[in-house]
């Protein structure tokens, strides 16, 4: 059996900007890519915190130590500057893999610094 599991996450990224006419789809600083084990290219989903807006689409490398979070072409329309989003990614393996995955969290502040980063996500309480 294969399952699909959380690889990593930007935790409340900030958008930094919007282009439409842009070819290429979500550019990311290269550090955040870096230390979230992103690859330029990979499918990522984007969960937009402010307005709902969920979609997939791919990353490309944005200029390293700028806190870029530019989402391009199609994927302008479903956000903007200042937004508040969450970019996943995800991995597909077998169980033997999955009982030992354990994803890479990074969370970041207000202008895209990385504040922490984690395996796991706490238990959520009643």
Do not use: W
């Not at 807006?53 to 479903?78: C, D, P, Q």
């Not at 989003?85 to 893999?97: G, H, K, N, P």
């Amino acid at each position: 059996m294969q399952l699909t599991l959380l690889k990593c996450k930007l935790h409340r990224a900030r958008v930094t900007r919007t282009e439409l006419e842009y070819e290429g789809s979500c550019a990311i600083d290269a550090r955040l890519l870096e230390a979230a084990g992103i690859r330029e290219y990979e499918q990522i989903h984007v969960y937009n915190l402010d307005n709902g807006e969920r979609f997939t689409t791919y990353a490309i490398r944005a200029e390293a130590g700028s806190g870029v979070i530019s989402l391009n072409g199609a994927a302008a329309r479903k956000a903007s500057p200042g937004d508040r989003v969450i970019i996943c990614a995800y991995a597909v393996m077998d169980e033997a893999e999955a009982a030992r995955h354990r994803p890479t969290l990074v969370y970041l502040d207000e202008r895209n610094r990385i504040v922490r980063t984690g395996s796991a996500i706490p238990v959520q309480v009643a």
